[in-house]
């Protein structure tokens, strides 16, 4: 079983900065995908940014050129790094992590979610 924990949420000012982690442990394998969704009030979870199984990163056209999403695959992290937020970046951020189990079956699992709220 694979778990994730995500981290570094919380209030920031419009135009600040946040940096989210999200740490997947358990019985893995391997990892071939791994991103970042959001879910705000009233509205469907979307994608933020991911990397793709070909290793290349894709980013919602909302977030371009102002989020970055960054991995450490030795100890199964991905990173969300968030710059000039907005306030409606305002949501639920939540990682998702897929790959293989150590007894080879695939896994996709999500992270509790952490809330990041811009506001003044």
């Known amino acids: 079983q694979v778990q994730l924990v995500e981290s570094g949420g919380g209030l920031v000012q419009p135009g600040g900065s946040l940096k989210l982690s999200c740490a997947a442990s358990?019985?893995?394998?391997?990892?071939?995908?791994m991103g970042w969704y959001r879910q705000a009030p009233g509205k469907q979870r979307e994608l933020v940014g991911n990397?793709?199984?070909?290793?290349?990163?894709n980013y919602a056209d909302s977030v371009k050129g102002r989020f970055t999403i960054s991995r450490d695959n030795a100890n199964h992290t991905v990173y969300l790094q968030m710059n000039s937020l907005k306030p409606e970046d305002t949501a639920v951020y939540y990682c998702?992590?897929?790959?293989?189990?150590?007894?080879?079956?695939?896994?996709?699992?999500w992270g509790q979610g952490t809330q990041v709220t811009v506001s003044s």
């Open positions: 998702n992590v897929e790959g293989l189990e150590t007894m080879g079956m695939s896994f996709g699992s």
């Open positions: 990397f793709t199984t070909g290793g290349s990163t």
């Open positions: 358990g019985s893995i394998y391997s990892i071939y995908a």
